[in-house]
Structures are given as structure tokens and as C-alpha cells.
């Protein structure tokens, strides 16, 4: 797949605190992307960089085939990290003005800002003033002004913060949308657990450095352990426990379950199959549970850290 953008040893450096050191990410067309890292990392840093509000001291940019320039800002959707609005101006007045700015005649503009406020169900705002709204629903306009214009290229830069859990599922859901759209998007986010499902490709940035990126189901399986969730009964629990622990490496879990089951992470071996153990479990007890164990983005992230 050809990438939208690529960033080639980027490094950035404040006085003598380097924030990138030498970060190169491939971001491939129609895919998302997540830049993730806990806060510090670089993120918003490279984001800057790419939306040529930060120059890099090294390393470069290409959007599209071409080197970055100043006009690709038209392509490119940017929510930042630190959003204002101006704050005595009502809701359509300041969503009108700014989709103007990003070249939209006022009519189409205001087609495309109704659109979009009923899909997210601020409707009812068009005519408050900027200052009665939550920070949530102040962030919701401004993540509609950021993809009003259908840019090629979506930024969103922690999107999700000040979004409480329903309305963090929302953006999500029109993020996918973006994307079945057309759109190419790269979010940052430091809260690694709540994103998995939304990223083809993710990037782990720590203490300025990329310390792993690829395609996330490459990841996962190469970090992967073999390791399965199971829940068994039998009327000795204790001697089902021994019995398994003299063929497997198994050791005591806990999940939340329905049933009073003996429980156990069990770790197979390379010889060993999922058919294997599934089938020897079959025949000493009433198997209830079997889960193969899937390495968090958050797993993943603390691992690398220590790999590295
Ligand atoms: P993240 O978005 O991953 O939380 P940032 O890219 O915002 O991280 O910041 C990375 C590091 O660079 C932080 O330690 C931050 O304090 C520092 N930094 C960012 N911008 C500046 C700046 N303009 N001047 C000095 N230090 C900065
Ligand atoms: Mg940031």
C-alpha cells in the first residue's frame, strides 16, 4: 500500500532537551494511524512538525509523493491539543467563520456544518454562545470544523480527552467512518487501552524515541506469548490444578465468570498446539472458558519499553 506520509528522521530539538530523536513513521493511504506514548513522549511535537508549525531541526516530510510545502496545509485536517474558540461568538457564527477560512463558500459551508451537527447531536447549539459549552462539547465543534473541509489527511491530536466514555465512542465511530470514507487519519493518544480497535498501524513513542511501529496485528503477534485463559471444573479442584500444572506451564488467574471454576493462564510451549491442550482439558474436567490471551497495546508498550 503507498504511504500518505512519511516523516525521515525527524529530530527536535528545545535548547539542549531533545523531544524527537531521529523518528521516521510510514503512514500508509487509508489507514489509521496512532502515534501512542505517554504524555512527554514527542507526540504533539512530530504532529507540529508534520502541520509545518514546528521546523524540524533534521530529518523531513513527505505528503503524498511530494516533499512537504506550505500549500499541503489544505490537505491536511489538523484538531490541535490546545483548542480555542473564541468565546463570546455563538456556536454556527464561529463553526461558519472557520470553515470559510478553510475555503468553503458560506452555502456549502453551512449544508456541511448541519450535516454534521445533527450526526453528532449539537443541533440545539447553532445559536448559544462558545462560553455556555462543556469542554466536551466545545470539543465536539472544533472536531467537526477539522473534518468539514474532507481534507485527504485527518490529525487529531488527543482526540478523545475531555470526552467522557459515550461521546470518546462517538468520535471513535466517526473516525472509522472517515476512513471507510477515504480519509487517511493519524491521532495521538497517551490512554493506550481505549484505541486498539481503531488503529491499522500504531506508532509507541517514548522519552522522544520510536521504540516499536507496524501494523498492529503484526505487533500483537509477534508479542504474543501462547498463552490461554481457561476456565475448568472438576469435583477435586485441587487435584485438577496439580494434574494440569505436571503437563503445562500453568499458573492461578482470575476472571469474572458465572461458574465456581478452577482458573488458569496456561502458556504453551512451541510444541505444543491450542488443540493440544484444549482437547487434555476436554479429558480430565468440563471446560467453561478458553480464550487465547491477546497482548494489550498497553502489554505491548511496556514490553518494548523494557526490550529496549
Ligand atoms: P506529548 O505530546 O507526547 O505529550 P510533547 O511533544 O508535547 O509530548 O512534548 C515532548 C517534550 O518536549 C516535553 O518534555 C515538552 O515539555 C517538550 N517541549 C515541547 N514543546 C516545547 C517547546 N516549545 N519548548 C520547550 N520544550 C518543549
Ligand atoms: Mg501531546
Known amino acids: 500500500m503507498k504511504n500518505l506520509l512519511e516523516a525521515h528522521a525527524v529530530s527536535k530539538n528545545f535548547g539542549d532537551f531533545t523531544a524527537l530523536n531521529n523518528v521516521s513513521i510510514s503512514v500508509p493511504k487509508g489507514s489509521v494511524f496512532g502515534l501512542l506514548g505517554p504524555n512527554g513522549a514527542g507526540k504533539t511535537t512530530l504532529i507540529r512538525v508534520i502541520n509545518q508549525i514546528t521546523m524540524p531541526d533534521s530529518g523531513h516530510v513527505i505528503l503524498d509523493g511530494e516533499p512537504l510545502q506550505s500549500h499541503h496545509v489544505q490537505n491536511i485536517g489538523y484538531l490541535p491539543e490546545e483548542r480555542g474558540l473564541y468565546k463570546s461568538m455563538k ?92 480519509a487517511t487519519v493519524i491521532f495521538s493518544t497517551h490512554r493506550m487501552e481505549s484505541v486498539e480497535e481503531l488503529c491499522d498501524h500504531i506508532a509507541l513513542i517514548h522519552q522522544s524515541n520510536k521504540i516499536l511501529d507496524g501494523k498492529l496485528t503484526d505487533i500483537k503477534r509477534q508479542y504474543k506469548t501462547n498463552t490461554y485463559e481457561v476456565g475448568i471444573n472438576a469435583p477435586d ?7 494440569i500444572s505436571k503437563k503445562f506451564n500453568a499458573s492461578l488467574t482470575d476472571f469474572r465468570s458465572l461458574n465456581d471454576e478452577l482458573k488458569l493462564n496456561i502458556k504453551l510451549a512451541e510444541n505444543e498446539s491450542a488443540n493440544d491442550l484444549l482437547s487434555y482439558l476436554t479429558s480430565i474436567g468440563q471446560v467453561s472458558h478458553f480464550v487465547e490471551l491477546i497482548p494489550s497495546a498497553n502489554d505491548i508498550f511496556i514490553q518494548a519499553v523494557k526490550n529496549n
Open 237 to 243: 479442584k485441587i487435584t485438577l490444578a496439580e494434574t
Open 91 to 182: 456556536v454556527g457564527e464561529q463553526a461558519l467563520y472557520l470553515a470559510q477560512l478553510k475555503g468553503l463558500s458560506k452555502a456549502e459551508a453551512k449544508i456541511r456544518l448541519k450535516y454534521w451537527f445533527e450526526r453528532l447531536e449539537i443541533g440545539d447549539w447553532w445559536n448559544k454562545k462558545i462560553q455556555e459549552l462543556s469542554k466536551g462539547m466545545a470539543q465536539k465543534i472544533q472536531f467537526v470544523v477539522t473534518v468539514l473541509h474532507e481534507p485527504k489527511l485527518l490529525i487529531f491530536d488527543e482526540p478523545f480527552s475531555g470526552f467522557d466514555p459515550i461521546n470518546a465512542n462517538l468520535i471513535k465511530d466517526e473516525i472509522l467512518r472517515l476512513k471507510e470514507n477515504g
